[in-house]
């Protein structure tokens, strides 16, 4: 039978019930009630199961709470179905809030997620080669038996549709009356949604499909309140000092790692050696430093802006950020990236190299580089920068792949698999937990030997240059840590692991010499409290620049510079 056949199918379930006989069709309401039912059922589970796990709610109590809570998120989502129940739109409507919802429940219950703003960011600037990571049969029977079937089954369904004077009415009243459950729910249960909402606000993010909505709508929104216009220029009294005598330029490789978290860095602690060659190299690591959020899309831009992460949240106005702030003071500044995410924007004002245009024998397959590649034909890319800005020095930002998931294993080459056996799959909770992490931690591995390569290429130029490296990740990852996977949970409610990024430092002899500013006094703020508010000003710190946008207070650096 075809999928938009106007005629009743016994194998259609929505559609059982609505075709009312051979000569009429069914009614709308009807057919929204049987989806909502499907969805807040079945489309919810996760959200159930947190409920399920809430002490305070495990009693009758409990389940009077959770047949409110559901009437509660029904009547929201049969209130808006009843403003869309036309003709020409319910289906549609329809077929958007099953598949919503299908795809909410199958990543909010695998990896643990939730849905808000800065998850719809990362899901809208998802590439293929990101996708490519996600797919599974798992998550085609999950979507399919959950959103397609009950699609397929709304198409197929007759509906009886009176003229619109009738029809408005109809939805006015099914509109009032679903508000009207939905309020006189929430009243029986007040205090306790109160509460549980109050101590448990991760719950809110779990209701679906509203969350993907209504974080939608907060997207379009958020931009709106700031104002419209170009980005605004920022340090535009940035400058250089002239270099002394005899002294050589910096030649500084700024790493932007990707999702990997401190904690699982034997410099800081971790009991596996999983950075054995750094170890060796004389860098200093920050052991307390947090990120500005738990995903790329939030974190990179503020880290590279000068606000804090609150004011940076609120920001009326868009402007450039760090490296356009190098450019300005004279420096050489290029920008390579090895993520098909991009630069979230930070780069869009400087040289760049894509992702797309690397590529090295044995670094690349399938669209993809280990993150050397970065390294392959470097002195080429810097020699077609301008000559009169090298002479003043040289800013090389490198955008990791780094531990990017879930696809962990894809991330390292075979002769960085130490940690065994590892998870290679993207379903990460089909893994035993510590094949998750050894999956990471090989990924963390891979990074030291990465980094480890900077610092070996680096060297190799010290006779004309003053040569540094700064490493900092943009967050952490979850690992199964409470059944919580990967990242990009709301900042308040995430848990640390998502919020602690590495921060490494590598100084060459002649770059201590010229700056003053010497490993030992670097790694004597190991356990100091950082975050990325430092990291903008730490840079220009440690770079030289001066402008008026650079707060000392926020400079790692700035006590360990010389004077003059």
Known sequence: MPLFSRRPSASAPFALGLAGGPARGGSPARLIFLATFWMVALGNWPLWEQLARLPELANWRGVAFGLAFAVIIGGGIALLLALLAWRFTLKPALTLFLLAAAFGAYFMHTYGVVIDRSMMVNTLSTDSREVRDLLSWRMALVVGVLGLL????VWRARLAWPGWPRQLLRNLGLALLSLA???????????????????????????????????????????????RGPVQPLGEDARLPALPPGAKPPLVVLVLGETARADHFALNGYPRPTTPELEKLGVASLRNVWSCGTNTAASVPCMFSPLSRGDFENRKTDT?????????????????????GGCKGVCQRVPTVRYHELNAPGLCSDGECFDEVMLHGLQARIDQLPAERRARGVVVFMHQMGSHGPAYYKRTPPQF???MPECASNALQQCGRQEVVNAFDNTILYTDHFLASVIGWLQQHEDHWAPAMSYASDHGESL???????????????PDEQKRPAWITWLSPGFQAETGITTACVQAKQDEEFSHDNYFHSMLGLLGVQTRVHEAPLDIFASCRKPG
């Open 417 to 419: 698999k130490r940690f």
């Open 320 to 340: 450039e950020g760090l490296a356009d702030v190098l450019q300005r003071a004279g420096y050489a500044v290029l920008w390579i990236d090895n993520q098909a």
């Open 480 to 494: 199964g840590e409470n059944g919580l996977y990967l990242h990009g949970l709301p900042y308040g409610i995430a």
């Open 150 to 153: 009950p699609a397929v089954a």
């Open 181 to 227: 459950l939905a309020v006189g729910a929430l009243m029986l249960v007040f205090q306790d949604f109160a509460s549980v909402m109050r101590n448990h606000t991760q719950l809110r993010y779990l209701i679906n499909p509203l969350n993907s909505f209504y974080a939608l709508a907060t997207l379009v929104w958020e931009p709106g309140k700031r104002e």
